[in-house]
Each structure stands twice: as structure tokens, then as C-alpha cells.
Nanobody, 120 residues
Framework: VQLVESGGGLVQAGGSLRLSCAAS???????MGWYRQAPGKQRELVAA????????YADSVKGRFTISRDNAKNTVVYLHMNSLKPEDTAVYYC???????????????WGQGTQVTVSS
């Protein structure tokens, strides 16, 4: 199973970025989500989306970030980030909760992370 993130970078406060995550080699996915980890802090959930389209957001990003899934590819998710703030600076990780094979148990799979830096 491989998750590949892209779209990070440097942006000024108030700007926007879109992160992408593509999963491959996975049989089924229950939930895909975005997490972030800032220096000296624990990794935290940013947003998640289920296969049924239900979404969940951290309070700190509600109204600014939107998670979505590619309609044609259930293995691709996006994180649209608007009105970015310096406190959004972190490494953003994609996670998939799913099964690698039909007869394997569910497990969590992580991407390598992509850096988002918001300058003030």
C-alpha cells in the first residue's frame, strides 16, 4: 500500500493551497484523512472523509478547509485550504484506513508527508 501526497509549499497568510493524496495497492478504504504535525507538537487530525462522503473537521479549520474525494477515483482525496494562517504551518500527512487484501484486517496506512508553510 502506498500513499503519495502532493501540493504543499510556501504561501502567505490569507492564501490558499490544495493538497492531494493518492492511494495505491489497497483493496478497500473505509476512511481517508489528513493529519498535521507542527514542530514540538503531536500529530492531530485535520479532516477526514468516509467512503459514504461523511466528513469530520478539527475545530481550528472548520469553515476554512474542505476535504473532498475524487468522484472517479475513490482512492484520491484532496484538502482545499483557504484563509491560511501561520499556525497552519506543519507537515501534512495523508492516512487511509482500509484493507490491503479482501481477507486481511483493516489497518492504517500513512503517506510520507508534505510541508505547508504559511508566512505572516
Amino acid at each position: 500500500v502506498q500513499l503519495v501526497e502532493s501540493g504543499g509549499g510556501l504561501v502567505q497568510a490569507g492564501g490558499s493551497l490544495r493538497l492531494s493524496c493518492a492511494a495505491s495497492g489497497i483493496y478497500s478504504i473505509n476512511v481517508m484523512g489528513w493529519y498535521r504535525q507542527a514542530p514540538g507538537k503531536q500529530r492531530e487530525l485535520v479532516a477526514a472523509i468516509t467512503t459514504y462522503g461523511s466528513t469530520n473537521y478539527a475545530d481550528s479549520v472548520k469553515g476554512r478547509f474542505t476535504i473532498s474525494r475524487d468522484n472517479a477515483k475513490n482512492t484520491v482525496v484532496y484538502l482545499h485550504m483557504n484563509s491560511l494562517k501561520p499556525e497552519d504551518t506543519a507537515v501534512y500527512y495523508c492516512k487511509a484506513d482500509g484493507k490491503p487484501r479482501w481477507n486481511y484486517p483493516r489497518d492504517d496506512y500513512w503517506g510520507q508527508g508534505t510541508q505547508v508553510t504559511v508566512s505572516s
